[in-house]
């Protein structure tokens, strides 16, 4: 049995790829949610589109997504900086 849904679920096209989106709103009463994929925008999905959820990771059927959704899932990182690099909060601490 598949853990409930909740909105801020990251949502993965294979589990252990990179995250490509989150899930804004879950419809419990049409089976439907709401994910947003990154540099792609909002799409709403049936619960067939779902193949497995663990651990707050929505991984996708990519058989049983909308033709819009397979071309946003192309290029959802395309706007990100590759320049950028995240760094620990503590070594930006002043003082420490």
């Known amino acids: 049995m598949q853990e409930p849904i909740e909105p801020g679920y990251m949502v993965f096209v294979a ?10 709103e879950v419809h419990a009463d049409s089976r439907e949610l709401v994910v947003n994929i990154e540099n792609g925008g909002d799409f709403t999905l049936p619960a067939k589109a779902i193949r497995d959820v663990h651990e707050g990771k929505v991984i ?8 819009a959704m397979r071309q946003a899932l192309k290029h ?3 706007a990100e900086d590759p320049d950028y690099e995240a760094t620990d909060a503590q070594d ?3 003082g420490q």
């Open 92 to 94: 930006e601490t002043p």
């Open 60 to 67: 996708l059927d990519m058989e049983h997504l909308p033709p």
């Open 76 to 78: 959802p990182h395309d």
């Open 15 to 24: 589990d252990g790829d990179v995250g490509v989106g989150a899930v804004r």
